[in-house]
């Protein structure tokens, strides 16, 4: 994921983190239970592609592997653009640091 903004909220106004689809099923479902923002769906799962004696490369075959990042993406963009999501803590570590706490103590962010 790479994030740019200038919004006054975010700590770091670019940053680059890799995560796994687990990661944004984790992170909606913080989103869902801390806070009263309707989050959108994530792309579904990809159980059929994971499917032996297909005909292309399944999970690893380039156009699911561009659709599924392009779907990702407008989920995090979405995500990141609601002014009450913007305030959860869960979602500046997922877009800010490099390790994810999933540990971590839900809270508010506040502007600085």
Known sequence: ??????LPIFKLKES????????FEWLRNELERESK???PPLPGKALLRQLPFRGDDGIFDDSFIEERKQALEQFINKVAGHPLAQNERCLHMF???E??????????IRHT
Do not use: A, G, M, W
Request: hydrophobic share 30%.
């Open 95 to 97: 877009l800010q640091d």
């Open 16 to 23: 680059t983190v890799r995560r796994r689809y687990s990661d």
């Open 1 to 6: 994921v790479s994030f740019q903004t200038n």
């Open 37 to 39: 923002v309707v989050v």
């Open 99 to 108: 390790v994810i706490d999933k540990n971590y103590t839900p809270s508010k």
